[in-house]
């Protein structure tokens, strides 16, 4: 005999029973209710993944890493969804960084040779584009649409199983996550569809068939927490990279490290940050320099905006302040000085 078995006394049968002669028909209405959800999310799930399905593809790719004696070649993968038909598509930075060879494969089993286009580490996303004419494509949705709860299906080739189909929900939105440069990622999207390796950079889609995400990380320790990149990020990356090669973003030359600051030094100066970035070092000849930055100098404001920290700043330092001379507020022995920074473009 089992342990920990349970069984019910009779009066519980008894109310079981009383139960089902009495509301018979409820019971039967709340079956078939069940029964047609049940048909409904399986035929989303299926329409779903036969829209996209073929859009997916298989990336293997073949890098040189460095052995106790000499490079070794090793080789890795992941998934990637064609978005133009004419072979131009996205997948995780980290999944073809540095790769001497990419072999990228379709569902109905095409191969072709892949050529990195552009290559992003910091937001974790790469465009690859393959040679080819009317090939199956996916189209972009707009994650800001999306609510927690929604239905989506995550389709990939973890651990080689080609185009394979998970279901899951939106768990939340506004996640963020350390890409490997250290930058963060933001707005990220949580999701219980599993994921697993091989799965990276494959499409996370809505119920319309519309990708939403590339997925790119799961928690280890944890089941049914993973996360994708949203689609509003996508687009704007995958644009850029299909026109420069390379994200560009602004460069100030500096070391820093978030710092708390002291209270009465907020109370005194009317801050509204408690937190800012102490600079640990400056590149010579570098904007920051320029500006007269010093070490021991603790940033709280670029122009107009308030920076409480590394990431902060980060955000700010986007293409359009290149070459523009803003406005940096500093504390400096105690007191509040501004300076004039001109950032320039980050070197690649």
């Known amino acids: ?81 064609i978005f133009t038909p004419d072979g131009f598509l996205v997948t995780n930075s980290h999944v073809v960084h540095e790769a001497k060879r990419m072999h990228v494969t379709l569902s109905d089993g095409r191969s072709f040779t892949g050529h990195l286009v552009g290559d992003d580490p910091h937001t974790d996303l790469a465009v690859v584009q393959i040679q080819g004419n009317n090939l199956p494509m996916a189209r972009f949705g707009d994650s800001t649409k999306l609510r927690p709860g929604q239905l989506v299906v995550a389709i990939g080739n973890p651990l080689g ?98 710092r708390p600051i002291p209270r009465y030094l907020i109370r ?15 590149e010579p000849a570098s904007p920051a320099e320029r500006a007269g930055l010093a070490k021991g100098d603790i940033i709280i404001a670029l122009g107009k905006e308030s920076v409480a920290g590394i990431d902060t700043l980060h955000r700010l330092l986007g293409e359009e302040v290149i070459g523009r001379d803003a406005q940096m507020t500093i504390l400096r022995a105690q007191e509040k000085q501004t300076l004039m920074i001109r950032p320039a473009m980050e070197k690649p």
Not at 10 to 16: K, M, V
Not at 42 to 57: L, W
Not at 71 to 81: A, H, K, L, R
Not at 206 to 216: D, H, L
């Open 268 to 282: 005194f100066h009317e801050l509204s940050v408690n937190r800012g970035i102490m600079v640990m070092a400056v």
């Open 161 to 258: 199983f080609q185009t394979t189909v998970t279901a899951g929900v939106v768990s939340a939105l506004g996640r963020w996550l350390r890409s490997q440069s250290g930058r963060l990622i933001e707005n990220m999207i949580q999701t219980d569809a599993a994921l697993n390796p091989g799965n990276s950079g494959g499409p996370l889609v809505n119920s319309r068939g519309e990708v939403i995400g590339i997925n790119t990380a799961v928690i280890k320790p944890a089941q049914g927490i993973c996360f994708a990149i949203p689609s509003e990020t996508v687009k704007w990356v995958v644009a850029r990279l299909m026109r420069d090669g390379r994200i560009v973003r602004g460069y100030l030359g500096l070391q820093g490290q978030d």
């Open 1 to 81: 005999m089992a342990q920990n078995s349970f069984y019910p006394s009779e009066n519980w049968l008894q109310f079981i029973d009383s139960a089902s002669t009495e509301n018979n028909n409820s019971s039967v209405d709340t079956a078939v209710n069940e029964s047609e959800a049940s048909d409904a999310y399986s035929n989303i799930v299926v329409s779903t993944a036969e829209k996209i399905g073929p859009a997916v593809v298989q990336v293997e790719i073949t890098r040189s890493v460095r052995g106790r004696r000499q490079n070794e070649d090793v080789q890795g993968g992941g998934s990637g969804v």
